[in-house]
């Protein structure tokens, strides 16, 4: 009877305390909840809000950038001014040039005739030529041949059909090797990139030459004054492709490509195209317009070690 006794009263104890100690959590959470639900507020609010004091805007985790015309200038000084000291010894591209287009001036250069792989940058030459010698509502299929391409950034299936309008946006906003491949083949391999190689001749850019329709090759290559000369002939003369190139994402059907590249948030950017292969290294070229005059620049840079940063510090010497 007495070990009962105990036993039925430590119990009713042990709960006495244990609804003493819930009791006294929910009090404390009471006084405790609007604080937290406010910081709470305020830290998801800083995250998916319109716009933030740093003149940026978010939606979700991804920042948009948009500034004016003056304050994108400074924002490249100051990007510029936050690289490591040593004028070009901090530019790490093999050979570069930045060109005001409507002036034919270079604000700098570097080996600018120095012959380099390209990589992608190949595919501004696939564009042009698929749309001189592709009818745009042509219907390209997808097959084994295509999908043999190296990498498949497209997500394309075999099977698939397109028209050959659909296929300039993976080719130039996520760098598809299978859609150069398929635009290439849907005219005749050879004989297309025969065509690329007598259009960059035939605009002056004598040292270009294209062994693929991709870039993947380290036979293909260029200087870059050449590709200046193709990226302002194709600015005035089809600038439909530049302006998929600044096309931060497109849907068909159901597929979603979305444009990599970092320089999209800037309003003065103008379009480009971005390349990579182990030979060739990190390349590219773009168009920006600069300053209250709005002078379009043309910026090249190949056998880079960090692309974007080259870009910027080179912006950095326009007016200099």
Not at 46 to 68: E, H, M
Not at 105 to 117: G, M
Not at 154 to 169: C, K, Q, S
């Amino acid at each position: 009877m007495k070990q009962f006794f105990y036993i039925t009263f430590g119990g009713l104890a042990a709960i006495g305390v244990g609804i003493g100690i819930a009791y006294g959590g929910y009090m404390g959470w009471k006084v405790l909840k609007p604080h937290i639900a406010v910081s709470t507020v305020a830290s998801i609010s800083n995250k998916t809000g319109s716009k933030t004091n740093d003149g940026t805007s978010i939606s979700g985790l991804a920042r948009t950038v948009r500034f004016s015309a003056d304050e994108e200038e400074d924002i490249i000084n100051a990007a510029a001014q936050a690289l490591p000291a040593g004028a070009d010894s901090a530019i790490t591209a093999g050979a570069y040039v930045v060109r005001n287009i409507s002036g034919s001036n270079n604000a700098a250069q570097y080996n600018s005739d120095k012959l380099l792989p390209m990589a992608s940058l190949t595919k501004l030459i696939t564009a042009v030529i698929a749309g001189r010698l592709l009818d745009p509502d042509q219907r390209i299929t997808i097959n084994n041949q295509t999908m043999a391409t190296y990498g498949n950034t497209a997500a394309f299936r075999v099977g698939e059909t397109f028209r050959v309008a659909d296929m300039y946006y993976p080719l130039l906003m996520v760098s598809s090797n299978d859609a150069a491949e398929a635009l290439a083949q849907a005219y005749g391999r050879k004989k297309f990139i025969q065509a690329m190689n007598d259009f960059t001749q035939s605009i002056g850019a004598y040292r270009t030459y294209v062994d693929d329709p991709s870039g993947l090759s380290a036979n293909n290559v260029s200087t870059a004054n050449d590709l200046v000369t193709i990226l302002s002939w194709i600015r005035e003369n089809n600038p439909n492709i530049l302006a998929i190139t600044g096309l931060k994402s497109k849907t068909v059907r159901d597929h979603t490509w979305t444009n990599p590249t970092h320089f999209l948030s800037w309003s003065n950017y103008l379009g480009g195209k971005n390349g990579y292969t182990t030979e060739a290294n990190r390349t590219g070229v773009g168009l920006f317009s600069v300053g209250k005059t709005k002078a379009v620049y043309a910026v090249v840079v190949l056998g880079s070690d960090s692309r974007d940063k080259d870009v910027i510090k080179l912006l950095e010497k326009v007016g200099k």
